[in-house]
């Protein structure tokens, strides 16, 4: 693939679009502001990397003293592995025979440990681990309320006494992620209810703990409950991953957090006084959660995209003055599909290019 990336030190104003603009500083700040916030609750950080999909990102949150960091799939765990970061997470179901192989394979170089909610999952897993002389850590998945994977307290004890007995596997412990509660906007209402689900997982543990089995990890929490769920006694670490650049959605729910993330577009074509048509379109924005609001120029905001385009509304007379090759930034309502659709993050600090960052892990869907 040929690239075509800006040289360290090129002002924004000149960086190639559309493109991804990562304020370096404010997404420093926040890695920071996570892992000071958990040593000051006593967990450990797991950083989610389905928001940065890039192991320079992880070794960042490594050396602010994370223990590793999860994966959605096999695909980002193997990124993640082959750049040197040993301890993977995926707190989702891996099934079928291929992906398993692959996981297995990924645990004979690095600490691997995976979720499960089925009895025939485990004996999969158990199969293929033992099969290739690898030990698979294994977690078992609680619903605590979200409704998409999971299995309840009872269903957790059956599936921890298979996974104790399962040659090639190791029991690791719990995990539930209260999605449902994490980006609602009431305080008090997403600690209640995080506090709810919270009490679903920490009460599966004591019933696997009465059963006699050892529970090491509970693991859990978004990035709106990171400050709740880092409270609940029995919860061990959190799984956060937004916090790390932010959203527009996010920034909804709180501004704990700074604002890294945006996208830099151009404008290529004026034919309304009141309209300009910029290079970014649905090929480098998503809008799954709703319209990305223009940070710059102050006075515009975004009419409808196109594949490549976007029509920008200039609404008051400053804003009109924006002319062809003139820049749009703007930030999108979510980070993580938007992030997913490029190669590179452009890392700015001071209003210059520092590094174009690779985004190895967008696409690894599978
Ligand atoms: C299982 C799991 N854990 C953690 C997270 C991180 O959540 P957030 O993006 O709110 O930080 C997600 C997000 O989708 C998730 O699916």
């Known amino acids: 693939m040929t690239d075509y990336l800006p040289l360290p030190g090129t002002p924004l104003e000149e960086l190639d679009t559309p493109c991804i603009v990562i304020d370096l500083d404010a997404a420093e700040a926040n890695i920071a502001k996570l892992q000071a916030a958990a040593n000051e609750m006593g967990v450990d950080v797991r950083p989610h990397t389905k928001t940065n999909k ?38 989702n179901q891996v ?129 709106g409950t990171y400050n709740i769920t880092g409270r609940v006694a029995g919860v ?41 048509i910029v290079d970014m379109g649905l090929k480098s924005i998503s809008i799954d959660r709703g319209l990305a609001e223009v940070i710059s120029p102050p006075g515009a905001s975004i009419i409808k995209h196109s594949e490549e385009h976007t029509a920008v509304r200039l609404s008051d007379a400053a804003s009109q003055r924006l002319k062809v090759g003139d820049k749009v930034q703007a930030r999108p309502t979510h980070g993580d599909t938007t992030i997913n659709l490029h190669d590179y993050y452009f890392g700015v600090r001071n209003g210059k290019l520092e590094a ?3 985004i190895p892990g967008r696409g690894k869907f599978r």
């Open 54 to 91: 890039s192991p320079y990102w992880a070794r960042k949150q490594i050396a602010a003293g994370a223990i590793g960091v999860c994966c959605a799939k096999v695909g980002e765990a193997e990124v993640m592995v082959e750049a040197g970061v040993l301890e993977v997470m995926i707190p």
């Open 95 to 223: 099934i079928g025979k291929r992906k398993i192989a692959r996981l297995v394979a990924l645990a004979r170089s690095a600490r691997i440990i995976v979720a499960v909610e089925a009895s025939s999952n485990v004996d999969d897993l158990s199969e293929a681990a033992s099969a290739a002389g690898a030990e698979l850590g294994v977690i078992v998945e609680i619903n605590v309320g979200m409704d998409r994977c999971g299995v309840d307290g009872d269903g957790a004890v059956e599936l921890a006494r298979q996974i104790v007995g399962a040659p090639g596997l190791r029991f690791d412990g719990l995990m539930g992620y209260e999605g449902h509660t994490v980006a609602e906007r009431d305080y008090e209402t997403r600690k209640t209810e995080a506090e709810k689900a919270m009490r679903i997982l920490t009460g599966a543990a004591d019933q696997i703990r009465a059963a006699g089995i050892d529970v090491k990890i509970v693991s859990a929490a978004g990035t």
């Open 236 to 276: 061990t670490e959190l799984q956060c991953g937004s916090y790390i650049f932010m959203d527009g959605d996010y920034l909804e729910v709180f501004n704990d957090f700074k604002p890294a993330l945006s996208v830099l577009s151009t404008v290529i074509s004026r034919q309304k006084q009141d309209v300009a």
């Open 356 to 358: 174009a960052i690779p």
